[in-house]
């Protein structure tokens, strides 16, 4: 069974910054595609962005050249750093594999706010 383990979640202002981390499996963590998700009140889990196992990215429109996806293959740790956060950035942030099989960690909650 996939393991995640998302924290670093809080509360921060408009314009801050997060690292948001993944524990996770080391087979997943060296050997398969990854991905950020976000899920916001009352709407539908949305990805925010992947990485490959050889380290190329993709981002989400609403998220390009705010956040950045990384990888530590000796920590077993998938990342997301956000800059710049804005209030519609608030969510509940998951990591999964980039094509997910059902089983979800429990997230961490990222709230935007003044």
């Known amino acids: 069974q996939d393991q995640f383990v998302e924290s670093g979640g809080g509360l921060v202002q408009p314009g801050g910054s997060l690292t948001l981390s993944c524990a996770t499996s080391t087979i997943l963590a060296k050997y398969r595609n990854m991905a950020w998700y976000r899920q916001a009140p009352g709407n539908q889990r949305e990805l925010v962005g992947t990485?490959?196992?050889?380290?190329?990215?993709t981002y989400a429109d609403f998220v390009k050249g705010r956040f950045t996806i990384s990888r530590n293959i000796d920590q077993n740790t998938i990342y997301l750093q956000m800059n710049n956060l804005l209030p519609e950035d608030t969510a509940v942030y998951y990591c999964?594999?980039?094509?997910?099989?059902?089983?979800w960690g429990q997230g961490t909650q990222v709230t935007v706010s003044p």
């Open positions: 999964n594999r980039d094509q997910p099989r059902g089983f």
């Open positions: 990485i490959t196992v050889g380290g190329d990215k």
